[in-house]
């Protein structure tokens, strides 16, 4: 079974600023991949990023990063440059490679950015 | 590409009645699945289904079912409708062992 948990239910950050959101996972495949959803108030889920766990280098979209650490099975997100539309709720999530495309969600950070 | 689409994107039923709701994923992805999204539980895995068939089920009662067309296209019932069904259902499209692109979600309200 897998689990995902993302222990900050809120953050913000300053326009302009950089900000670090966490999760942590579990799961018992040796092969797996990660990702990053952003769910604005229209309630569009949107990938930000995604991480393939053999892949020992870490994902990168623009102003986007991860911070993979495999052994401690922690997944974090950095944004840079803080954006007023990058206000959301930000989602981890995981997802094996045996057979099913399945996803298991985080609770979900809020992020609010100030102007 | 066109992305994926859901209708309707707003229902409101009562309770005891039951609602369809459609999917149409990307083109070319052969794979959909089906997520509900509350506050209190978050959002859960209701099932997922590949080449019509259904390859995985979440732990959610029979009342919630599911099927996928010849092209690609899915809808899932809700019967008997509680009104701890009120949710934003969210589908999701996907290529094998490839992201998941997510549509625009129905909202579902049960009075």
């Known amino acids: 079974a897998q689990t995902v948990t993302q222990s900050q239910p809120e953050m913000s950050v300053q326009e302009a600023e950089t900000v670090t959101l966490s999760c942590t996972y579990d799961?018992?495949?040796?092969?797996?991949?990660l990702f990053w959803y952003k769910q604005p108030p229209s309630r569009q889920m949107i990938l930000v990023i995604r991480?393939?766990?053999?892949?020992?280098q870490n994902a990168t979209e623009n102003r986007f990063s991860v911070n993979f650490q495999k052994a401690a099975k922690s997944f974090s997100l950095k944004i840079s440059d803080s954006q007023l539309g990058d206000a959301a709720m930000y989602f981890c999530?995981?997802?094996?490679?045996?057979?099913?495309?399945?996803?298991?969600f985080g609770k979900g950070t809020k992020l609010t950015v100030n102007p | 590409k066109a992305g994926v689409t859901q209708t309707p994107r707003y229902l409101i039923k009562t309770r005891g009645q039951q609602v369809t709701l459609s999917c149409s994923p990307i083109?070319?992805?052969?794979?959909v699945s089906w997520y509900q999204q509350t506050p209190g539980q978050g959002l859960q895995f209701l099932f997922e289904?590949?080449?019509?068939?259904?390859?995985n089920k979440g732990n959610f009662p029979g009342r919630f079912s599911g099927r996928q067309f010849s092209n690609s296209r899915s809808e899932m019932n809700v019967s008997t409708l509680e009104l701890g069904d009120s949710a934003l259902y969210l589908c999701?499209?996907?290529?094998?062992?490839?992201?998941?692109?997510f549509g625009p979600g129905t909202r579902l309200t049960v009075l």
């Open positions: 999530a995981s997802k094996g490679q045996g057979g099913s495309e399945k996803l298991v």
């Open positions: 799961t018992s495949e040796s092969d797996y991949y």
């Open positions: 991480q393939e766990a053999y892949k020992q």
């Open positions: 083109s070319g992805h052969r794979s």
């Open positions: 289904y590949f080449s019509e068939t259904q390859r």
């Open positions: 999701a499209s996907s290529s094998l062992l490839d992201t998941q692109y």
